[in-house]
């Protein structure tokens, strides 16, 4: 059985981007832990050359205050590509110095025969996939040498009748990997406001004993859709959904508010202290029982992808799938095509939301980062 991190009681946290030092730094007490995304900020001296971590920025990182978590975004461990060796040996140098209690990855997948997609997609939510992403998370475990969490992601696509639920393809992930969860409870907000599993099916479909973390953010809408945006405030809508969860999460360490630093320029840091301070209520006050959630918004018709022969895929043709999504979100139209005339609308809903996060990427993150 994996070892839960210790840690006396939860506590309230930040995932540090630009811009937040004035606020760590002049509020000292605010917030109990800073989480840091270690790959964001490595660099290259050379276009061919291989990435370095920044000492000098992570040793800036120490000297502020909390204790540090690193959350991976570049070994994602949903699809069939393995992570870069040099890319988990910085990881795993970093997590030693920050002094890490556990370590987060993604359970996406962000690249497909040297492809790279610049945000995570979902894998197929099917038996098979689930000893594929165990396997990879034992493998990241042993390349890091901490205790590992997993954490869901945003998944834009409508659910299909040949997989497993959300809740319960995560659920078989972390029992089989043995390993704790990152509850990222706006992602599945996001999930069931575009047409997939509501929030507490959701919920009550996971081992909830395994959440050590738990993110929470912003979102917006664009084209219709509602998009893990990072983009300030936790919607209203979404706190009577999770009034009752920190009493049911046992092993919780940290909640984590996340916001985007483009955001910040616009927002300023004061809704940041705002969102802390009603997270820390939340952590701490006692709960009252979740209300029904709302109904999901109507979301376009689900992907049905097919193989180059025509037919209809296999339950567990993972590379296929991962080929696919990738050449979705790229502009790669040999697969494009072979989708059928009748998934021009999850086309078009896949290609929204990368060009969003695209666009995101490219002013926020080192280009080295969408490069495989």
């Known amino acids: 059985m994996t070892t839960t991190p210790v840690h006396t009681s939860p506590g309230l ?24 995304e270690p790959q964001t900020t490595w660099l290259i001296a050379e ?21 540090k978590l690193v959350h991976s975004v570049a070994a994602p ?14 990881l795993r140098k970093t ?3 920050l002094d890490a209690p556990w370590a987060s990855e993604h359970l996406g997948f962000n690249a497909s025969h040297g492809v790279c997609t610049g945000f995570f997609l979902p894998p197929r939510q099917t038996e098979a996939q689930v000893r594929i992403v165990a396997d990879n998370i034992l493998r990241l475990r042993d390349a890091l040498g901490v205790p590992v969490a997993i954490e869901n ?19 078989m992930v972390v029992e089989e990997a043995d390993c704790g969860l990152l509850l990222d409870v706006h992602n599945a ?8 599993q509501p929030l507490p099916a959701f919920l009550n479909e996971l081992p909830l004993e395994r959440v050590w973390e738990v993110h929470l953010a912003g979102g917006l809408s664009q084209e219709g859709f509602w998009l893990d945006a ?45 969102e802390l301070q009603r997270i820390r209520s939340w952590i701490t006050v ?23 022969r025509g037919q209809p895929p296999l339950t567990d043709l993972g590379d296929f799938w991962e080929a696919a999504l990738t050449a979705l979100v790229t502009g790669h139209e040999v697969l494009v095509e072979s989708l059928e005339a009748s998934d021009f609308q999850a086309h078009w809903r896949m290609r929204v939301v990368s060009l969003w996060c695209g666009t995101w990427c490219s002013r926020s993150v080192p280009r080295w980062w969408c490069r495989c």
């Not at 050359?49 to 800036?60: M, V």
């Not at 998944?155 to 809740?167: K, Q």
């Not at 907000?189 to 997939?196: H, I, K, L, Q």
């Not at 046992?250 to 483009?262: A, G, H, I, T």
């Open 13 to 36: 946290g930040l995932s540090w981007v630009q811009g937040l030092d004035p606020l760590l730094l002049n509020q000292r007490g605010l917030v109990d832990w800073v989480e840091f």
């Open 47 to 67: 276009p061919d050359a291989a990435e370095r971590a920044s000492y000098d920025l992570i040793e800036h990182w120490l000297q502020l205050p909390g204790r």
């Open 77 to 90: 461990v949903g699809g069939t590509s393995e992570a870069s060796a040099h890319h988990l040996k910085l």
């Open 95 to 97: 997590v030693g110095v």
């Open 153 to 171: 992601i945003a998944n834009y696509l409508r659910p299909r009748s040949d997989e497993m639920s959300d809740g319960e393809f995560l659920a």
């Open 189 to 196: 907000y996001t999930n069931a406001r575009n047409g997939r």
């Open 230 to 274: 990072h983009s300030g405030a936790v919607p209203e809508d979404l706190w009577p959904l999770i009034r009752d969860l920190p009493s049911r999460l046992p092993s919780l360490k940290v909640v984590n508010f996340e916001v985007y630093p483009s955001f910040l320029e616009t927002q300023g840091l004061e809704v940041v202290v705002e």
């Open 286 to 308: 006692p709960s009252a029982p979740d209300v029904a959630s709302p109904p999901p918004q109507s979301p376009p018709a689900p992907l049905l992808l097919r193989d180059q």
